[in-house]
């Protein structure tokens, strides 16, 4: 069984910044794709960042505006979200996904989310 578990989200103010971590267990292999979104109030989930494995430069969401970076670790199948200069419009919940491919079956899978609240 997959899973894929979110740390890291918390209060902060705005200008603060915050390190996420997304841990995967029982993958038996590394996923093509992992990343971060989110869900703002009232929003629909989107995009912030993902990486693939074994790529030079990661995709971002123009609202990050250079102020966030993620990385992973392709072994453990580990993906971070270092965020910067945060400001209210951050506040989300933040979810981890893994996206790849394992004998000839696509997999797509989510985290339960880490809550990231930014005061103004």
């Known amino acids: 069984q997959v899973r894929l578990e979110e740390s890291g989200g918390g209060l902060v103010q705005a200008g603060g910044s915050l390190r996420l971590s997304c841990v995967s267990s029982?993958?038996?292999?590394?996923?093509?794709?992992m990343g971060w979104y989110r869900q703002r109030p009232g929003h629909q989930r989107e995009l912030v960042a993902n990486?693939?494995?074994?790529?030079?430069?990661?995709n971002y969401a123009e609202f990050v505006k250079g102020r966030f970076t993620i990385s992973r670790n392709n072994p453990r199948n580990t993906v971070y979200l270092q965020m910067n200069n945060l400001n209210p419009d951050d506040t989300a919940v933040y979810y981890c996904?893994?996206?790849?491919?394992?004998?000839?079956?696509?997999?797509?899978?989510w985290g339960q989310g880490t809550r990231v609240t930014v005061s103004s």
């Open positions: 029982g993958s038996r292999f590394s996923f093509d794709t």
């Open positions: 996904n893994g996206q790849g491919t394992y004998v000839h079956r696509a997999y797509d899978y």
């Open positions: 990486i693939r494995s074994g790529a030079s430069s990661a």
